[in-house]
């Protein structure tokens, strides 16, 4: 192989080459896959179908539910599906596809929290002026921002990425196609470009990680305030969930694409990757929406509403 012209395959590494862990690794990918994506569709449907719920709070939920779907559609079945048929292989295409839509989901998951934790920020501290700041009208354009730049900074990533020649070997040390280790594939140094990227990359997500905690600052100080005890601990149970995901996201994330490109691959670039990119998602379907009042209710009207209507 010397040149990317004659690849058109990659090898993704599997969790084990025992049959029965192969089988194991099935079945928990297939629990995680099937708990994010009902609840996801689940929290998509109460929210479009129930008209109290058409706030802004719950308009970037939406968003954020959306994107959580795609993050595990895009990574979790074709690894549940190499494991079913004992098989590593993933098309050129199909990586490029994998490379792109992740980045996508990921990179706009990451700026729709900040957005999120801002709308709480105006919702707490300036209450007054939070119907003409989160307007209809900014709502769509800080989540349509969100989105594009998603896009186009993927665009950059994938494009960047496998203009490179790869001659090494084929080899993915991950259980789906990621871009660190794709560079440790590139047969010379117009890598160094793609580095550069990413750590303007890295940058951008650092500084909406001081933004989230500048803004998650401000609101427990205006939340301390409060007498309400109730309101103090209904507060601080949401808010450090999220920063807590946030930050297990971005370290880790930060962990795998900033490693030098020459260290060696280990069970740890494994794990790392399924930290950053399948436990944010269902975090996030927990923190979010299992333990809102107001999701469950309007869960429970969609139910009850589909039973009258098939009765």
Known sequence: MSNQTTLTEFLLLGFSDIWELQILHFVVFLM????????????IAAI??????HTPMYFFLMNLSILDLGSISVTVPKSMVNSLMNTRSISYPGCVTQVFLFVVFTGTDLALLTIMAYDRYVAICQPLHYEIVMNRRACVQMAASAWISGIVYSA???????RLPFCQT???????????????????DSYLSEVGLLTFGMFLGL???????????QIFKAVLRIPSEQGQRKTFST?????????????????EYMKPTSSSESGLDLMMGVLYSLVPPVMNLIIYSMR?????????????????TKN
Not at 37 to 43: A, E, F, K, R, V
Not at 175 to 182: K, V
């Open 156 to 162: 950059l990533h994938t494009g960047n990425t496998f």
């Open 32 to 43: 995680i896959y099937l708990a994010g994506m009902i609840g996801n569709l689940l929290i």
């Open 207 to 217: 500084n909406c990680f001081v933004f989230i905690i500048l803004f998650y600052v």
């Open 48 to 53: 479009a179908l129930d008209h109290h719920l």
């Open 170 to 188: 084929n080899v993915i040390h991950q259980f789906f196609c990621e871009i660190p280790q794709l560079l440790k594939l590139a047969c010379s």
């Open 239 to 255: 808010c450090l969930p999220h920063l807590t995901v946030v930050s297990l996201f971005l370290f880790t994330g930060f962990y």
């Open 292 to 308: 809102n009042k107001e999701i469950k209710a309007a869960l429970k009207k969609l139910f009850v509403w589909r039973l009258f």
